[in-house]
């Protein structure tokens, strides 16, 4: 079953924040955030670990609350780089250890001048 | 980047005609999936690979199947195109302890 997010999309004016959330109904065992731009390939952005482990990208934020199998991607200062649909991709506790990633439906940020 | 190939970028095959994308990568990963991405849905693991001759079913499985008889390749088939299965395919590849999945450019293929 594909992780919820939310919102679907997102209108923001360059430097303004916003917050994409990700929910799944199974336990985790990490969170994988990803950023794809219009016409390519989605490009990693972090990885939040149960446990408390985060690895990526040193100016993107995410939380992970491991009891409510919630994530959330904090963008601040947004810059018109940070246009792209986000994807965050689940990987249960359930799923064995391949690192098979379940997808949500993305939410489409775009930024203005 | 991670050299990750697919081929071919674009196609147009008719209903019922078998289609084979494939998948090549340069940086040794053990582990190869094949994603659909269709407006509405995200991406959605059709099959994946931990292994030579390893594979396993993703959740949109039905209608394909795949090979990976060397660690480069991962091949993905539609034995009997249809519409349906009208997507944009990604494929991406990581290494053990890796976390990181990198992405292939992804094949536009068009079933008519």
């Known amino acids: 079953q594909q992780p919820v997010q939310s919102p679907q999309a997102v209108i923001l004016r360059e430097g303004e924040d916003a917050v994409i959330n990700c929910s799944s109904s199974?336990?985790?065992?990490?969170v994988h955030w990803y950023r794809q731009k219009h016409g390519e390939a989605p490009v990693f952005l972090m990885i939040?670990?149960?446990?408390?482990e985060q690895k990526g990208h040193e100016k993107i934020s995410a939380s992970f609350n491991e009891k409510k199998q919630q994530s959330s991607l904090y963008l601040t200062a947004s810059q018109l780089s940070y246009s792209g649909t986000y994807f965050c991709?689940?990987?249960?506790?359930?799923?064995?250890?391949?690192?098979?990633?379940?997808f949500g439906k993305g939410t489409l940020l775009t930024v203005n001048p | 980047d991670a050299g990750i190939t697919q081929s071919p970028r674009h196609k147009v095959t008719e209903t019922g005609t078998p289609v084979t994308l494939r998948c090549h990568q340069t940086?040794?990963?053990?582990?190869m999936y094949w994603y659909r991405q269709d407006p509405g849905h995200g991406l959605r693991l059709i099959h994946y690979?931990?292994?030579?001759?390893?594979?396993d079913k993703g959740e949109v499985s039905d209608g394909y199947s795949v090979s990976r008889s060397k660690t480069e390749d991962f091949l993905l088939t539609l034995e009997s195109a249809t519409s349906s299965q009208t997507s944009v395919y990604f494929c991406?590849?990581?290494?053990?302890?890796?976390?990181?999945?990198?992405f292939g450019p992804g094949t536009r293929l068009t079933v008519t």
């Open positions: 939040l670990l149960k446990g408390g």
């Open positions: 690979s931990y292994g030579v001759k390893d594979t």
């Open positions: 199974k336990a985790l065992y990490s």
């Open positions: 940086e040794n990963h053990r582990y």
């Open positions: 991709g689940t990987e249960t506790i359930s799923g064995g250890s391949n690192y098979k990633l379940t």
């Open positions: 991406a590849s990581t290494g053990t302890n890796s976390y990181e999945q990198y």
